[in-house]
Structures are given as structure tokens and as C-alpha cells.
């Protein structure tokens, strides 16, 4: 699961937090505006900077020696746009760039305690333009470090080495989710920043994934006598439902800017109303089930299967694309606001390749197909109901030479698994609902970028077909 993952690149959403004293207040829905930001390699792309992204991608893909962790949480290799937005922690508060992450659990930000070896990714590489905020538990008087426990948050990659270790130190402190409050939030703060990090615009990441799947779990009694709760399970008391919402922005202005510009909504505790259509579709949400198996071998599958919710993870019935229905069910779709492409099955992405002409491009080690041209929605089936996804969203336009543009999709050799990212999610909202273990998608009301209508959902009834339009 996280070796696929570590393949994805990036798409992410944003929220405010400012630190103050606990105090007591109603339950309540809180909205939190997001900015989308242009990623390290994207920002190398639209400046024509192509053979420092040549380097960048043949050193992030060489061999590596594998590397031993203590806990393992995914590291994405961010190289699509992203979504961050302003934090603050601490008392006085410290401010600081995160993305949120439904396909992480914990809270971590950048130390100014940074090892000589690492340091200049903890300030920010200087090629990526951005200097980074980072969190000063000495300049706040509410910061807690009763464990100072080291972890490392590995990657789970095949040829991972140390550079791609993130280890973070368990500390406390007040912690403002715009109006929710919780004094003691259990987070990480780094002194070891891989180069994944250290290139991008952010200064640590919140997740808003199960707590089972927490990283900052130790076992240890003594030092952490109830481990750590999510900073969102928290606050759930605070909300009058326990829900989110995720609504991500997309024109094509945004997704071809060079600078930070207004991205999306988070809202916790209810529905976003002014920004999804009204009809939602749910789904119940899966325990942590995953099958690995050999493409050449189909009979060597590794089958792991755990009692516990991990990832906003759902069943998919089908997916079909121009022509082409795999007449598959998949038990391991995952809704993922930090992956900004689609990630998918081998087959299936054969037949993606096929039927929009893409070709895996070795100099920029992204697959790549011609701008012009139509090419045919893709089709998702969650539910029994059709989620289309438009050329639009998956076609990329970077401004590669030769009338090239991206393809927003990558592959894995598992069969079952897929990560429905930036593409998928700017045309459909998510309502993620804790309480009732489930996923809603609702219609985004971001307007289309092609020509003529298109057909987002089609509704299969026991005894007729219905289908809404959305032009």
C-alpha cells in the first residue's frame, strides 16, 4: 500500500489554526479557505528549467539501499501542484504552511533543532525558492516534550535509503483548528528532513486519516500512557456532526499558475453547501484490507486483512474508459486529498495509455501525450453509481515542449488498489462521516473547462435508468 503511495505525486488542502488557551463553546461547523501552490517540480516545468528536472527525477529514481524504521508512515514525492494553508501553534503562536492529508493520521512540523546533515532541508532547499517556518518548542510557553521520543516516519518504497527518512520528535502543545481548541496536541516535530520535504512549499503536514494508523503511537506506557489521538478526533466533540468536507478548486488559471492562489474548502462539523451540489452518495468505508500479488505469478498473493478503520478507503464496483470496462470489483480504493494524480492497477493503466495515447516519457519519467486531441472520460463506479471523470481534469498542461502535456495518472503491480486524487476530487466533493464510518460524494460545483455537456452520474434504479446531466 504505502509503496504505491510513494510513487503518487501530490495534491493537497489547507487549514488555519490559531493557538490560544482552551476555553468552552458550542458545537459548531468551522470553514477553513485553502490556496493552491505550484510544487517544486511543477514550478521547474513551467519555467523551462527541464535539466534540473531531468537530475531531480534520475536521482529520485536511482537504486537505493533499503532502510529500517521504527514506525513507517507513506512519504509522497510531491511533483504536481499543491494546496497548503496558513497553521499556528503554540502560545505565542508560530505560524506555519501545511497540507492536509486523508491518507496520513499525525500532525508534524519542521524543528529549528535540525540535524548539521539535514539542514538545508529544514530551511528549504534553495532551489525550491521557499523558506521554511519551523517550530520553536523554546519560544512557547504551553510546548510540553514529555516523551521525547524519536521516530522514524519511513517510506515504504522499494529501494528506500535513509535520505528518505523523516524522524520527528513527540511533543505537545496548544493547538486552534479556527475556534476548535484542544490544549495538549500530540504532534511531531522534525530534525531529520528528507529531500521528498526539503523541495517543497510546505512546512509539515496534517492528517486527517483513522488514528489507528497513527505513527506517533508508542509503545510505551510509562512515556505515553494513551498514545495519540489525531488533532480532528480531538475536537470531535466540538462539531455538531463529525464529519469534513472536502472541496478542491480547479480552473485552468489555478493549475497553470506559478505563484500561490485560492484553492479549495475544508469545512469540519458539516456540509459545504455553497460549493457541492445537494444530492450526496454514500458509501460505507473498509477496514484495512490489502492484497499484494506477483504479476507473473498470479497465485503469489500476500493477503493482510485488520479489524481496525486506517484510511477513508472504499470498495469500487467497475472502471471503464472510452471503450474499454474492466468488469473488476477493487476492495482497496482509497480517497487521498495528498495525491494529486490517479493511481491504478497495471492493467487498467494500459488501457488508460491505449485509449488516450500516452507514453511513459524517460526524460521526464511522467507519462505524456499529446495536449490536443479528445480524449474519453473516465468512469468510475462506486456504489452503482457512474462517477465521470473528464479528459480535463487528467490532462495536464505544464508547458512541455513539443505540444506535450502530463498525464495525471500513475501505476503499481497490485491489483486491487487505486487512489482517487486531484482528479477525481475536483470534480466531486467528499464528506468524510466518522461517526457513521462511511464516505458521501457530492457533485462540485467547479465548472467545467471543456466543450459541451458532460455526464457526471448515472444512477442504476431496479427499474429504470436515471441520469443527471451537469453542464
Known amino acids: 500500500l504505502d509503496m504505491m503511495k510513494h510513487l503518487l505525486l501530490l495534491g493537497a488542502l489547507s487549514v488555519f489554526l490559531v493557538a490560544s488557551a482552551p476555553e468552552t463553546r458550542k458545537r459548531g461547523v468551522v470553514q477553513m479557505e485553502t490556496r493552491r501552490h505550484p510544487s517544486h517540480e511543477e514550478t521547474l516545468i513551467t519555467e523551462g528549467r527541464f535539466d534540473e528536472l531531468v537530475a531531480l527525477r534520475n536521482m529520485k529514481t536511482a537504486p537505493q539501499k533499503n532502510a529500517q524504521a521504527v514506525h513507517q508512515q507513506p512519504l509522497k514525492a510531491y511533483s504536481d501542484s499543491i494546496y497548503v494553508g ?47 517556518h519551523r517550530f520553536n518548542g523554546d519560544a512557547s510557553s504551553t510546548f510540553s516534550n514529555a516523551s521525547y521520543i524519536s521516530l522514524h516516519l519511513d517510506c515504504d518504497l522499494s529501494g528506500c535509503d535513509p535520505d528518505h527518512i523523516l524522524e520527528a520528535w513527540v511533543v505537545y502543545d496548544v493547538l486552534d483548528l479556527s475556534g476548535l481548541k484542544f490544549a495538549t496536541q500530540g504532534f511531531g516535530v522534525t530534525d531529520v528532513v528528507p529531500l521528498t520535504y526539503g523541495l517543497q512549499p510546505i512546512d509539515g503536514v496534517l492528517g486527517l486519516g483513522w488514528p489507528a494508523k497513527s505513527a506517533l503511537e508508542h509503545p510505551d506506557p510509562v512515556a505515553l500512557p494513551k498514545g495519540f489521538v489525531p488533532p480532528l ?9 463529525p464529519i469534513f468536507t472536502v472541496f ?26 455553497d460549493n457541492c451540489e445537494s444530492q ?42 472510452g471503450n474499454w470496462q474492466a468488469h473488476r470489483t477493487y476492495s482497496q480504493v482509497f480517497i487521498d486529498t495528498a495525491t494529486p494524480y490517479i493511481g491504478c492497477p497495471p492493467d487498467e493503466l494500459n488501457a488508460i495509455l491505449t485509449r488516450t495515447g500516452a507514453s511513459f516519457d524517460s526524460m521526464y519519467h511522467l507519462y505524456t501525450l499529446p495536449c490536443k486531441g479528445s480524449k474519453p472520460d473516465m468512469v468510475f463506479k462506486i ?89
Open 383 to 471: 456504489g452503482g453509481i457512474d462517477y465521470r471523470v473528464p479528459a480535463f481534469e487528467y490532462v495536464l498542461d505544464y508547458g512541455l515542449p513539443d505540444g506535450k502535456c502530463v498525464l495525471a495518472m500513475q501505476g503499481s503491480n497490485d491489483k486491487q488498489t487505486w487512489y482517487l486524487g486531484g482528479p477525481f476530487l475536483r470534480q466531486f466533493c467528499t464528506v468524510h462521516d466518522i461517526g457513521k464510518k462511511r464516505i458521501g460524494f457530492a457533485r462540485s460545483t467547479n465548472k467545467d473547462n471543456g466543450s459541451g455537456s458532460s455526464t457526471s452520474m448515472i444512477m442504476l434504479g431496479a427499474s429504470a435508468l436515471l441520469i443527471r446531466l451537469y453542464l
Open 280 to 321: 450526496i452518495n454514500y458509501v460505507p468505508i473498509n477496514v484495512y484490507e490489502y492484497t499484494y500479488c506477483n504479476m507473473t505469478n498470479s497465485n503469489a498473493c500476500t493477503h493482510e486483512y485488520r479489524t481496525d478503520y486506517e484510511y477513508w478507503q472504499i470498495k469500487m464496483d467497475d472502471f471503464a474508459i
Open 86 to 132: 496558513e497553521i499556528k501553534i503554540g502560545t505565542p503562536p508560530q505560524t506555519f504552511y501545511v497540507l492536509i492529508d486523508t491518507g496520513s493520521t499525525d500532525l508534524w512540523v519542521v524543528g529549528t533543532a535540525c540535524k548539521k546533515e539535514s539542514e538545508e532541508n529544514c530551511k528549504g532547499q534553495p532551489s525550491s525558492g521557499y523558506a521554511k
Open 248 to 273: 478542491m478548486s480547479r480552473n485552468q488559471e489555478q493549475l497553470n499558475a506559478t505563484s500561490a492562489m485560492e484553492g479549495g474548502r475544508v469545512t469540519f462539523g458539516g456540509f459545504d453547501g
Open 233 to 241: 478526533w480531538n475536537m470531535l466533540d466540538q462539531l455538531d456532526q
